[in-house]
């Protein structure tokens, strides 16, 4: 076999943050104002991430995690144990506890084996009387067709919750993914676009469900927005509404992301970049499938570049590229294959053919164009 050219002194990792001098001056700023909890930085990462997505503030509210923000979705969707709630098998395994944790019968759907997003046919044919949401992933910062699924949720009267976590810069016909449904989140944990460490954001389109979240996740205290507060004669006094737990991000972690949403077009404009350069140096390789083209409806966040080969192929392939120093994975392994979540994969055929097929490289803006064309090469020597 020939090698590819001589590796990078590194490996290639799959995901990697983008930090650097920008980050570490808010940073130096949050510790020098002594103030690291939840304040100012966070009230104005709010406000910026809404005026971003084209939403109020009194529409979005931080929080610890994109997942935690979907078990808060889960409780307000105030769903009784007769009542189902859908979600393609193909997500992030958080979604689906968030849908378990609501009390609902969790109801799992297939996906399109190519777009691994969920489609109109596949809501339906799980659908019964008792479905009354659907908890949905945008594959890779790929939006789902929402011109189908929209219009599908209202004419059954479906809440729909969008699993933004991965799609930061998604649009759909210029309107913010996350903005399309009643209730979204997103993640900005290590592995994502835009990283805050740890933290998160959801969306509610009533404003008065996102007052009751912000609520239960600041234990039911009202004494103020949950923001340091010096007013009043007595502003150590405070009230208990209702019950709930600790659920915030602080001032460093959003002073971190304030910086990454400032930083977000150059981050899309490489990633499109990369996304360029895999489809046209990997489009004669008759082994490989390359990803759908990005509908002319949607502006991608491009977090995934996911390829297919035949099954048997993939896991070859793989082991290969990781011998090369290339890491690889699929995401997110099909939840009715686990035991908690297991249903027949009879059921499943399109989940089933893309986790047996799929395999995400990497993709990310620490990538070089030496870095682009080393996993070029490096696929390039496999032996299908």
């Not at 933290?199 to 389109?205: K, S």
């Not at 570049?305 to 993939?314: D, K, T």
């Amino acid at each position: 076999m020939t090698r590819p050219p001589l590796p990078p002194d590194h490996e290639i990792r799959l995901f990697h943050p983008d930090l650097g001098e920008r980050e570490l001056a808010a940073l130096a700023g949050v510790i020098e104002s002594a103030w690291l909890g939840k304040g100012e930085q966070t009230r104005n990462f709010e406000d910026e991430f809404a005026a971003h997505l084209g939403v109020s503030p009194s529409q979005i509210l931080s929080i610890h995690s994109a997942t935690d923000g979907l078990f808060y979705i889960a409780e307000a969707l105030q769903l009784e144990a007769r009542d189902e709630i859908i979600l393609p098998s193909i997500s992030f395994v958080g979604a689906a506890q968030a849908a378990a944790h609501s009390g609902a019968r969790v109801v799992l759907c297939d996906a399109c084996p190519r777009s691994l997003n969920v489609r109109v046919a596949d809501l339906d044919r799980v659908r019964t009387p008792r479905s009354k949401a659907v908890m949905l992933l945008h594959f890779g910062g790929v939006s789902c067709d929402m011109d189908s699924i929209v219009p599908w949720c209202q004419a059954h009267g479906i809440t729909l919750v969008e699993d933004a976590a991965c799609a930061p810069a998604t649009r759909w016909r210029g309107r913010a993914i996350g903005s399309l449904g009643s209730y979204a989140a997103w993640s900005f944990d290590s592995m994502k676009i835009m990283t805050a460490g740890e933290g998160g954001l959801v969306y509610a389109a009533d404003p008065e469900a996102r007052a009751s979240m912000a609520l239960r996740a600041s234990m039911g205290m009202t004494s103020s927005s949950g923001y340091a507060s010096t007013t009043g004669d007595r502003w150590w006094e405070f009230d208990v509404q209702g019950s709930g737990r600790r659920s915030v991000i602080g001032d460093m972690a959003a002073s971190v992301a304030r910086v990454q949403l400032r930083r977000l077009p150059e981050f899309i404009a490489r990633r499109r970049q990369i996304d360029s350069a895999y489809r046209n140096a990997l489009a004669n390789i008759d082994w490989l499938t390359l990803p759908l083209p990005v509908d002319s409806r949607c502006e991608s966040s491009y977090y995934f570049f996911a390829v297919q080969c035949a099954a048997g192929q993939r896991d070859r392939l793989a082991q290969h590229l990781r011998g090369l120093g290339v890491y690889t994975s699929f995401r997110y392994y099909p939840l009715h294959r686990t035991q908690y979540f297991r249903a027949p994969a009879a059921d499943f055929p399109g989940a089933n053919l893309a986790a047996d097929t799929t395999l995400c490289l990497p993709l990310h803006t620490r990538l070089d164009d030496v870095d682009v064309a080393y996993i070029v090469d490096a696929i390039r020597t496999f032996r299908a």
